[in-house]
């Protein structure tokens, strides 16, 4: 059925045009693992030589001018700083061990996270195109630099739909002293349907900015002012055919929905004491720990595509970008509310159909920068990620970096191929999820991208 037929029929009966929703659930190419994904964005390039990428021979060399070889065809963001005097290795100063059944090694870093490597896959073989954190974490979320592309998670809604009514198929949490370089860009629909695009909710007072009722206006009026718009827009929509028509009846009815649901999706009242200790949350307090708790109860509640974004990673040695004190503070901001989230999955019975992804734009540089305090300039040849559930491996590592951490020396892994495997999981061939624009059809992965089989279960 056409646009045109479809909203003449919605005109005389509404239920038609509810069970056609741009986000109602949709069946995937094939089989999927996962249902869902909650995708733990660490904005600013995350350490992976002092978090999970232990370096005996970058230790043991410290302060030693790294071999031409490495350098050589390179650029990176700051090269004035990394280079002048020529680049010393810089060796991790903290401690690392080995956890688990697996005997993944983990630093001092991550006490909580180290709990649960035998339900999580590490990949240290990460590889990315640009390195500057704007285009970076563009490129991480829509697969490439240029402004107006569907981000992953407006792909996702846009292959499988949502198993939520009262809630976006696609929701951002934010926490961090500000938000993450590229803001809105990083979860947009791109030239999608506007539908499907992340929307952010904040953790306390109003979910959403102006979506509250204004005072002394009943429900009932309410109803009736959205009923009218709707009839409105569906004729609008049999005379133009406009996908954008749709998109904004379902806005306006999603909104509605979310007067009441949304409040009580952000009251944690609920949870036992238990549960809000496991995560570290505390109601009433924006934090990453109750947004993760807040994570849980939205694919609880059938949201599809869940993205937390956590600021600030970026550790050049500057004020407040140091590798100890600040590189302190925001690993102790994630890392009980990360593991917690694993745990509650896996006693919910969850885990096994949401993945769980953890990783930021870019990685680190063996080498360090010529700074206040030793620090690491960004570095796109390799760096970690972690992921859990969803038909991913458990207590397993994926790839191996050489003697220094500068690139992979085995099983390199594109960002393309992390959209692949993604989608993958989801049930979605990469090659097949498309939509038509400007003369050609686009995709997420561009025209790359393999499934990373070793990360599989």
């Given amino acids: 059925m056409g646009l045109g037929p479809l909203a003449l029929a919605g005109l005389t009966d509404p239920r038609l045009f509810a069970q056609t929703s741009p986000t109602a659930p949709r069946m995937p190419h094939f089989a999927a693992k996962a249902k869902r994904v909650i995708y733990l964005f660490m904005a600013g390039g995350p350490s992976q030589l002092e978090l999970f990428d232990w370096k005996p021979k970058l230790a043991a060399m410290h302060g030693q001018a790294i071999p031409d070889s490495y350098l050589q065809g390179k650029r990176f963001a700051f090269m004035d700083s990394s280079f002048k005097d020529r680049s010393k290795l810089l060796g991790a100063k903290r401690s690392f061990k080995q956890h688990g059944r697996c005997g993944t090694w983990v630093s001092d870093l991550f006490p909580h996270i180290a709990g649960i490597v035998d339900e999580i896959t590490l990949l240290k073989t990460c590889r990315t195109n640009l390195f500057n954190h704007a285009p970076a974490k563009l490129f991480m979320n829509t697969g490439t630099g240029f402004f107006g592309r569907p981000s992953m998670g407006a792909w996702v809604a846009y292959g499988i739909g949502s198993e939520s009514q009262n809630l976006p198929a696609f929701v951002v949490l934010q926490s961090g002293p500000r938000g993450p370089r590229g803001g809105g860009v990083n979860w947009g629909s791109g030239f999608l349907p506007t539908t499907f695009q992340g929307v952010p909710l904040s953790g306390r007072g109003d979910p959403i900015l102006n979506l509250a009722t204004p005072a002394g206006i009943p429900q009932t009026t309410q109803r009736e002012s959205i009923d009218a718009i709707r009839q409105l827009n569906l004729k609008r929509l049999a005379d133009t055919g406009d996908p954008e028509i749709a998109t904004r009846i379902a806005s306006y009815e999603m909104a509605f929905k979310m007067q009441s649901s ?123 990620m972690w992921f859990a559930g969803g038909g991913t491996r458990r207590g397993a590592v994926v790839g191996e970096t050489d003697e220094f951490g500068f690139g992979a020396i085995e099983d390199e892994c594109h960002v393309h191929d992390l959209h692949a495997t993604l989608l993958h999981l989801l049930g979605l061939d990469h090659e097949k999820l498309t939509f038509r624009f400007q003369g050609r059809q686009f995709r997420l992965t561009d025209v790359e991208g393999r499934v990373i089989k070793k990360l599989l279960a």
């Avoid at 970008?321 to 925001?330: A, G, H, I, S, Y």
């Avoid at 890392?335 to 019975?349: F, P, S, T, W, Y």
């Fill in 262 to 384: 949304a409040p009580e999706l952000i009251d944690l009242s609920g949870e036992s004491k238990a549960t809000l200790d496991l995560y570290g949350a505390k109601p009433g307090q924006a934090s990453f720990a109750n947004n993760c708790l807040l994570a849980r109860r939205l694919v609880e509640r059938g949201t599809r595509f869940v993205q937390l974004y956590h600021t600030s990673w970026d550790h050049h040695g500057g004020p407040g970008e140091t590798l100890t004190k600040d590189l302190d503070t925001v690993t102790r901001d994630v890392d009980q509310g990360c593991a917690a989230l694993i745990l509650d999955l896996k006693a919910r019975g969850l885990l096994d159909d949401t993945l769980v992804v953890w990783g930021g734009e870019f990685g680190r540089t063996p080498m360090g920068e010529n700074r206040e305090n030793p620090g690491r300039n960004h570095h796109i040849d390799a760096f970690s």
